[in-house]
């Protein structure tokens, strides 16, 4: 008896909403990057490379999230060192 793998009739989440909302608010230079992946997943899985597609898939993911960290963080330093400044005016 033979098995075989069916390949999955769907293409994986290409995440390119998230991607191109990311580089629009947060970290511009990760976003374009997780835009490139987000491209890639459609037109691999159409060309039958599937395993490439998920791949593609995940590395989109993963650099929106890298993009929403960087965000976030650089807004934390951002306020921190505002409100520092501005506790240092007052106290004057």
């Given amino acids: 008896m033979e098995v075989y793998n069916e ?3 769907r293409p994986p ?3 390119l909403a998230l ?8 970290c511009q230079l990760t976003g374009i990057i ?3 992946y987000a ?4 037109s691999k899985f159409l060309a039958g490379d599937h395993v490439g597609a998920e791949r593609a898939s995940k590395n989109a993911q993963t650099w929106w999230i890298v993009s ?3 965000g976030v963080m650089g807004w934390i330093i951002l306020l921190s060192v505002y ?3 501005f506790l240092f005016a007052l106290s004057k």
């Avoid at 991607?19 to 947060?26: D, E, G, N, P, R």
């Avoid at 491209?39 to 459609?42: A, F, H, I, L, P």
Wanted: with cysteine.
């Fill in 13 to 15: 989440n290409n995440h």
């Fill in 39 to 42: 491209s890639q997943v459609n």
């Fill in 7 to 9: 390949p999955p009739k």
């Fill in 68 to 70: 929403i960290v960087i």
């Fill in 34 to 36: 997780s835009i490139v």
């Fill in 83 to 85: 409100g520092i400044g």
């Fill in 19 to 26: 991607a191109i909302i990311t580089t629009l608010l947060c």
